[in-house]
């Protein structure tokens, strides 16, 4: 695995691999590389020649009195776990190389932001897009690779690939979870004890609704309260929102049909965690 910092020869690197005809999957990531990052990595190994992760913990994607200084960092581990599971090149910029002056100019996301996490976290996929589209010109991929878990940016990045022309074609993976079911995230290292004991009963709410609206419940209201008060019952977290949309436009329905995403946010102590779950009825 070659690992490479700059972003000038990230750049070189990639074009002589396309000029050489190979296929580029690409990994993009914050870090603290857990099962869930490692499964977009061993879809992206299987469907293309030369596999690129990258490593960078944004700055822009974080709101003030986020946790980006806290934001959980191994890197000898993230390079040991990446080359294992098969990453030809890690790409690992510093914040100056990809930042080495103010931006001059400004990307707004304006569609599918205003529902879920963009509503809680305002300017996050502005951070998010400016970053993927910075990423995606030095690495120059065919394959992108972004997990469900984050279901809202897989729908933002499906818009930001469509409306600036990218050529690539992305790839949305399932989400990895835990035995007990919660999903694998890098925050999830800073649970208590008595809250990691509480989080299975996130999915677990996302799992009842779904059996509710497939015994033919159809209003989004019954649902949403369900799943608040049966959070409300078994965790001590704060929820932040229960929302069932429409996926992937994250538009509003009041009868429940066809693909549906019903997703939460909970911040615990030291952790806001978010879960989802896709619907086709
Ligand atoms: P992050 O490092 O949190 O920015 O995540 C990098 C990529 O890994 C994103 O596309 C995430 O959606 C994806 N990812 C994070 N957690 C999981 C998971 N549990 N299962 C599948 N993909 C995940």
Do not use: W
């Amino acid at each position: 695995m070659e690992i490479i910092t700059d972003v000038a020869i990230m750049q070189q690197q990639a074009m002589a691999l396309k000029k050489a005809g190979k296929s580029l999957g690409f990994v993009p990531t914050m870090g603290y590389l857990h099962e869930g990052h490692l499964k977009l990595v061993q879809q992206s190994v299987k469907q293309n020649q030369i596999t690129v992760m990258s490593i960078f913990v944004n700055p822009l994607q974080f709101g003030p009195g986020e946790d980006f200084e806290a934001y959980p960092r191994d890197y000898d581990r993230d390079t040991a776990l990446a080359e294992k599971a098969g990453v030809d090149l890690l790409f690992l910029p510093e914040h100056h190389d990809i930042f080495p002056n103010e931006l001059s100019l400004a990307v707004k996301v304006n569609k599918r932001t205003n529902v879920l996490c963009g509503k809680s976290r305002p300017g996050h996929f502005d951070g998010v897009a400016t970053i993927l589209i910075k990423l995606f010109n030095l690495v120059m991929p065919d394959h992108v690779y972004f997990g469900l878990k984050d279901a809202q940016q897989v729908a933002v990045v499906d818009s930001l690939i469509a409306d600036f022309n990218f050529p690539l074609t992305l790839h949305a993976v399932s989400t990895e979870r835990d035995e007990d079911g919660v999903a694998k995230s890098s925050r999830n290292v800073y649970l208590s004890k008595k809250e990691r004991i509480e989080a299975p009963h996130l999915y677990k709410s996302l799992k009842k609704a779904e059996q509710i609206i497939i015994n033919g419940e159809r209003n989004p209201q019954v649902i949403v309260q369900q799943i608040e008060a049966y959070l409300k019952k078994h965790t001590t977290g704060m929820i932040d929102y229960v929302e069932v949309l429409r996926f992937p436009d994250l538009t509003e329905m009041n009868e429940l049909k066809g693909t549906m995403i019903i997703a939460l946010a909970v911040k615990f102590s030291k952790a806001r965690l978010i879960d989802n779950l896709l619907l086709d009825i």
